[in-house]
């Protein structure tokens, strides 16, 4: 009877190790990674203009109840101090995924069209080479909209370029913002946003599973950007990589369950740490 006890512990610990060599092996599957840990914002950077990097005034980026907060009720004055708060480290190619809600009340000092409105930059330059008095990140923005509950079409999941250029329908297009194809969402609901990037190539825009925009070749160039640094500003630049950071700029916004699927990693099958959803080789993630 004990030998057969033995036998079957055996048995259970080698088919359990086999499953997880199998789950461990398994190409197919796919390594979401969280960003925000619903618990803090340890492994994010603040950056608001008029303040230097790191510098979360007025607890303008919080946790509460498992979600970031952007708030300003402990500002005096808005005074354009337009943040955001980055990820600690870059992404080239990748899937990523957020849930955001426009909330509370807009802040009646800030620019206009700050109303209802907010965003998540990526392709942007490291917030540590923004100066003290830059406004906005040189980056590609999925701005997110919330509807004005006047009956008026108003899209989210639109391209806005700070300090970048795109090319849509085939040329650079010259306006900041364009619009997506998505419906307007009103009130204070949950959205699900995703933005697919391709490093310097697609770009794909999905609101609720819809894809609602596409464009390619993100790029340094056009407006919008104040006070940079001109090293840094290389117009015609193709962005391959940057930041992702999300926004404040005047309008209460919650965000949560932020996710990002590597698309970049081993694409040799031999190894074990290869992915068949991988789409940009990084021959030193094999070893």
């Not at 398994?26 to 510098?55: A, C, M, Q, S, Y």
């Not at 980055?86 to 800030?110: M, T």
Request: with cysteine; proline share 5%.
């Amino acid at each position: 009877m004990e030998k057969m006890y033995a036998r079957w512990i055996f048995c259970s610990f080698l088919l359990l190790f086999a499953m997880a060599a199998f789950t461990q092996r398994n190409p197919d599957r796919k390594d979401w990674k969280t960003l925000f840990n619903g618990k803090d914002i340890k492994d994010w950077v603040p950056k608001i203009n008029h303040h230097e990097v790191g510098e979360n005034y007025g607890n303008t980026f919080r946790v509460e109840d498992g979600i970031v907060k952007v708030r300003y009720d402990q500002y005096d004055v808005f005074n354009e101090q337009f943040g955001h708060l980055y990820y600690k480290q870059p992404y080239s190619y990748y899937h990523l995924v957020f849930e955001y809600r426009i909330v509370g009340q807009w802040r009646k000092d800030a620019p206009e069209y700050t109303l209802k409105n907010s965003g998540v930059m990526f392709h942007s330059q490291d917030p540590h080479t923004m100066p003290r008095e830059q406004n906005w990140p040189i980056s590609v923005e999925f701005q997110l909209l919330a509807g004005l509950g006047d009956g008026v079409s108003r899209p989210t999941g639109n391209m806005c370029s700070p300090g970048t250029d795109v090319v849509f329908q085939g040329h650079i297009d010259p306006r900041h913002c364009i619009s997506s194809s998505s419906k307007t969402y009103e009130g204070e609901q949950w959205v699900k946003g995703e933005i697919i990037v391709l490093g310097d190539s697609l770009i794909t825009h999905i609101i609720n599973g819809d894809t609602v925009l596409q464009y390619s070749k993100p790029q340094i160039g056009g407006g919008v950007v104040d006070n940079y640094d001109p090293k840094i500003k290389q117009d015609g630049k193709l962005l391959k990589e940057g930041f992702i950071a999300l926004q404040s700029e005047g309008q209460p916004v919650d965000f949560r369950n932020i996710k990002i699927l590597n698309l970049q990693g081993c694409m040799d099958p031999k190894s074990n740490k290869y992915k068949s959803y991988f789409l940009k080789g990084d021959g030193a993630a094999c070893k």
